[in-house]
T-cell receptor, first 116, second 113 residues
Framework: AQSVTQLDSQVPVFEEAPVELRCNYS??????LFWYVQYPNQGLQLLLK??????LVKGINGFEAEFNKSQTSFHLRKPSVHISDTAEYFC??????????????FGKGTLLTVNP | KAGVTQTPRYLIKTRGQQVTLSCSPI?????VSWYQQTPGQGLQFLFE???????NKGNFPGRFSGRQFSNSRSEMNVSTLELGDSALYLC????????????FGPGTRLTVL
């Protein structure tokens, strides 16, 4: 079974500071990895995804993440955050082996609060 | 291209009632997945439908059921509602089952009193 651990439930930062949101996963098969963002009263929006290839993945809104297979991590980073980045961020994993048992397994989420 | 739409956006029911939620996927998408989001349990997978067939199911009681129509629209039904069913129910669509990207709708907020 797959699982995802987001190590911080809340991360407060000041505007224009860098931020890293941590995500570790466990899986016995190859994986696809995702980061989603959820703004209040909205659904989930995909920020970026790792399927294969380069371990450094760039996404929307200036976010990037690095896949580290040996540490089973997929941390999300942004060099300079804005007030508008305040939201909840979810890391997710799915089976990358091409099987039919496809679903997203989510972490509990990290609430990023950007203060002026 | 229109995104995933879910109706209704908000719903209030009482214990013991049943409820039906609707999801219209992005045009051309044939797979629809449903997730439940609660503060305590987070986001949990309910089930996935593709070509009118349930392809995968999460660990939820039989009170939770769904179906998909020939136009790929999907409905989710919860019978004999319990207080713990209060949640945001999210629908996601993708082009095919097992696709590596899902697009989410805004969700239906269900409150059970």
């Amino acid at each position: 079974a797959q699982s995802v651990t987001q190590l911080d439930s809340q991360v407060p930062v000041f505007e224009e500071a860098p931020v890293e949101l941590r995500c570790n996963y466990s899986s016995s098969v190859s994986v696809y990895l995702f980061w989603y963002v959820q703004y209040p009263n909205q659904g989930l929006q995909l920020l970026l995804k790792y399927l294969s290839g380069s371990t450094l993945v760039k996404g929307i809104n200036g976010f990037e993440a690095e896949f580290n297979k040996s540490q089973t991590s997929f941390h999300l980073r942004k060099p300079s955050v804005h007030i508008s980045d305040t939201a909840e961020y979810f890391c997710a994993v799915s089976d990358g082996s091409g099987g039919s048992n496809y679903k997203l397994t989510f972490g509990k989420g990290t609430l990023l609060t950007v203060n002026p | 291209k229109a995104g995933v739409t879910q109706t209704p956006r908000y719903l209030i029911k009482t214990r013991g009632q049943q409820v039906t939620l609707s999801c219209s996927p992005i045009s051309g998408h044939r797979s629809v997945s449903w997730y439940q989001q609660t503060p305590g349990q987070g986001l949990q997978f309910l089930f996935e439908y593709f070509s009118e067939t349930q392809r995968n199911k999460g660990n939820f009681p039989g009170r939770f059921s769904g179906r998909q129509f020939s136009n790929s629209r999907s409905e989710m039904n919860v019978s004999t509602l319990e207080l713990g069913d209060s949640a945001l129910y999210l629908c996601a669509s993708s082009r095919r089952s097992g696709a590596n990207e899902q697009f989410f709708g805004p969700g239906t907020r269900l409150t059970v009193l």
